[in-house]
């Protein structure tokens, strides 16, 4: 059974930083996508930042130069290292792997 289990939510203030953790087990990650996905109240659910099985990375418009994607395949983790928030990142951030498998979401909130 697959499960993904992520961790580091919390409330910051605007301009502050954390730091999102999905540990994954079940199977075999090392040669699929890993990614971070966000859902804020009355939105849809949005790409954040993904990495391929070749370390190819994809950012949301939005994210671009303050979060970084990392994945760590021996250790079945993914990781999103978030600078600078801003209000507009509150949602609910939800790990994925292979576009199948999702984690159970963990709140992120940004106070201004």
């Known amino acids: 059974q697959v499960q993904l289990v992520e961790s580091g939510g919390g409330l910051v203030q605007a301009g502050g930083s954390l730091t999102l953790s999905c540990a994954a087990s079940g199977t075999i990650f090392s040669n699929k996508a890993m990614g971070w996905y966000r859902q804020a109240p009355g939105k849809q659910r949005e790409l954040v930042a993904v990495?391929?099985?070749?370390?190819?990375?994809i950012y949301a418009d939005s994210v671009k130069g303050r979060f970084t994607i990392s994945k760590d395949n021996a250790k079945n983790t993914v990781h999103l290292q978030m600078n600078t928030l801003r209000p507009e990142d509150t949602a609910v951030y939800y790990c994925?792997?292979?576009?199948?498998?999702w984690g159970q979401g963990i709140q992120v909130t940004v106070s201004s």
């Open positions: 990495m391929s099985s070749d370390s190819r990375t």
């Open positions: 994925n792997v292979g576009l199948v498998w």
